[in-house]
């Protein structure tokens, strides 16, 4: 197996042998099939003081000593979170991420990228958002892709996990560039969202930030909201290494593209090797419990750049893509801005 350990490795908190658990944890999920992260020029950690900026929660943020970790508490208080520092437009933009153990119920860890700040309108949107639970179920991890302020026609995913996220770091990124969206964890790819002429504008487009928050999402996180966050737990920490920032930086004014060092067509470029693509369908087959796609409630006709073939259409028929919504706004201070799924 191919990794790229300087951006995978936790620094501030992985011991070696839980490190190399990792490792053996991800090679028998794959049966020994090689995957990798993409091959990027420069592509390492960066200090918070390098690249981010506190957005909200005062001393809900506490820093690491070592200036590369990041403790985000969500407390009867306030939640907290970061931004980056500069817009991009396209790049690989990752972090290592330990969630809240114990009872989780109604908490939120997001790790996203937004413009909504710039195109309250017509914003666009790519989003890594965990779902705490209570005692003794597990966290859900969704995906939401949303393009030109396309929240009515949401993109989600929502995906099981293999291992315990509470238990130690894992690594969540996302690519995105001109051609296609790639979701991975660890170096896992779980999702591809490749341009169509049938999105439109709905693929994302504009230059965005990236952000890192923990809030209270009790109204509808689990379970539709049944269960609350129970601040008898909190503080509920979450904690965030490893953090990449590799893009075409935009002027925030002009938003002209400096792309420092390198042609903004390589990521362009990146597409996933047959390996990956195997190992991405393993982890869809195994781990996926809603697709949009998939979802006949909402979508009677699938939105166009859905493809369905046999399989999806026996799922359709098991009746587990009968879901309901809810619709929520507002995500950065506490509250989602999209259709979630419940």
Not at 12 to 23: A, E, H, N, P, Q
Not at 131 to 149: F, K, S
């Amino acid at each position: 197996m191919i990794l790229r350990v300087e951006v995978m490795a936790s620094s501030s908190s992985s011991s070696s042998s839980s490190f190399f658990l990792l490792l053996l944890g991800v090679a028998l999920f794959l049966s020994n099939e090689a995957t990798a992260l993409p091959e990027l020029p420069n592509l390492t950690t960066l200090a918070f003081e390098e690249g981010y900026t506190q957005l909200f929660g005062d001393s809900n943020l506490m820093l690491h000593r070592d200036g590369r970790s990041v403790h985000l508490s969500l407390d009867r208080r306030t939640g907290a979170g970061f931004a980056s520092q500069d817009l991009y437009r396209h790049g690989f933009f990752s972090a290592s991420i330990k969630l809240p153990a114990d009872y989780a119920a109604g908490v939120v860890v997001a790790f996203y990228m937004s413009n909504g700040d710039v195109f309250e309108k017509t914003h666009d949107e790519l989003d890594f958002e965990f779902l705490g639970n209570i005692r003794g179920r597990e966290w859900r991890v969704q995906t939401n892709v949303y393009g030109n302020g396309s929240t009515a026609v949401g993109r989600e995913e929502r995906y099981g996990l293999w291992f315990d996220p509470t238990e130690d770091y894992h690594q969540y990124s996302i690519l995105w560039s001109g051609e296609r969206i790639i979701f991975y964890i660890d170096d896992i790819p779980i999702r591809e969202v490749v341009r169509t002429q049938a999105m439109g504008g709905d693929f994302p487009s504009k230059p965005m930030s990236l952000y890192a928050t923990i809030w209270d999402g009790s109204t509808w996180a689990t379970s539709g909201g049944r269960y609350k966050v129970n601040y008898k737990y909190a503080p509920y920490e979450a904690e965030f290494a490893d953090l990449v920032l590799h893009g075409c930086a935009v002027d925030p004014i002009e938003h002209r593209t400096t792309c420092l060092g390198y042609d903004a067509a390589v990521y362009d470029s990146i597409t996933m090797s047959a390996d990956q693509r195997t190992a991405m369908d393993k982890f869809r087959k195994k781990h996926i419990t809603y697709s949009y796609c998939h979802d006949r409630v909402r979508y009677p006709t699938p939105p166009p750049e859905c493809n369905l073939g046999p399989e999806a259409e026996d799922f359709l028929a098991s009746g587990e893509a009968k879901l309901s919504y809810r619709r929520r706004r507002g995500k950065r201070y506490g509250r989602s801005p999209v259709d979630s799924v419940l």
